[in-house]
């Protein structure tokens, strides 16, 4: 059963993140249709285009932001300053609201959220992607520099996601084992399995075809189904916002005394 956050308009959470898990997948996939709204959408994506001209990173087809800074050496970030308030507020709080699992405890719920593992407790460092119709990104891993837990919420327009298995020569299967459609104003959790055994990517395409219960893992969670009655979704501009931990976190004098 979904609770409503009564600050937030439409926003709708679970009692628990079990009640948010994706079927047919490994069981470490969750998905939120309404983990915010449409005025903190608007919201983001207008701190988003505000942001300095030096934040964005353009590359060949898309561009995309990283706060509160790069990575230093690959895996290392930087401890000099926090990610601001409009990245943190409202996600961060109501990622951390939402135990795993169902408990009656309220001191057990209160530490059993997705990142009670995690070195820091909740997310470090934000990557801002924005991909326009036609614009995707190849097959990956996001690597180890990060706690197994990848929250990506998206704005703006919906599009799928493809999670891809590795083939024992060490190269990729190109149909995806499975898809997952993520719309506007969504949350989607991936970690253990999901992160460290498969890869997943976006089709560089305008629409998302095919679309239907049987060929889109998350059907049953979406908000609006009957949207895609039709097997399709026309894409516009969708920005994501990657919540992660980044282990290894320095102070930059400590940092410059450790090169060589």
Same mark, same amino acid.
């Given at each position: 059963m979904a609770? /409503? !956050?009564?600050?937030?308009? #439409?926003?709708?959470?679970?009692? @628990?993140?079990?009640?948010?898990?994706?079927?047919?997948?490994?069981? #470490?996939?969750?998905?939120?249709? !309404?983990? +915010? #709204?449409?005025?903190?959408?608007?919201?983001?994506?207008?701190? +988003?285009?505000?942001?300095?001209?030096?934040?964005?990173?353009?590359?060949?087809?898309?561009?995309l932001q990283t706060w509160p800074s790069d990575l230093v050496r690959g895996d290392t970030l930087l401890d000099t300053t926090p990610l601001p308030d409009w990245l943190k507020d409202p996600v961060i709080p109501r990622l951390l609201s939402i135990p795993v699992s169902s408990d009656s405890d309220t001191e057990v719920q209160s530490s059993n959220h997705i990142f009670a593992a995690s070195p820091h407790k909740q997310p470090n460092h934000v990557l801002i992607n924005e991909y326009p119709p036609e614009t995707g990104i190849m097959p990956h891993k996001d690597g180890g520099?990060?706690?197994? &837990?990848?929250? /990506? &919420? @998206?704005? =703006?327009? #919906?599009?799928?996601?493809?999670?891809?298995?590795?083939?024992? !020569?060490? =190269? +990729? !299967?190109?149909?995806?084992?499975?898809? +997952?459609l993520q719309e506007p104003r969504s949350l989607l959790i991936t970690t253990q399995d999901l992160y460290t055994e498969y890869l997943h990517g976006i089709e560089p395409i305008s629409v998302d075809a095919d679309l239907s219960e049987k060929t889109v893992a998350n059907w049953s969670l979406l908000r609006s189904p009957s949207a895609f009655a039709e097997g399709k979704n026309l894409r516009e501009t969708r920005t994501s916002l990657t919540y992660r931990d980044v282990l290894k976190v320095s102070k930059l004098g400590g940092l410059l005394k450790r090169r060589p």
């Open positions: 609770m /409503t !956050d009564p600050s937030s308009g #439409s926003v709708r959470l679970p009692q @628990s993140l079990e009640q948010a898990r994706i079927p047919n997948l490994p069981p #470490s996939a969750f998905y939120i249709a !309404d983990f +915010i #709204s449409e005025e903190e959408e608007k919201l983001i994506l207008e701190k +988003i285009e505000r942001a300095p001209k030096a934040r964005w990173r353009q590359l060949t087809h898309r561009r520099a990060y706690h197994p &837990v990848v929250c /990506t &919420v @998206s704005l =703006g327009s #919906s599009l799928c996601l493809n999670l891809y298995k590795a083939k024992e !020569d060490g =190269g +990729i !299967d190109p149909d995806p084992v499975w898809r +997952i």
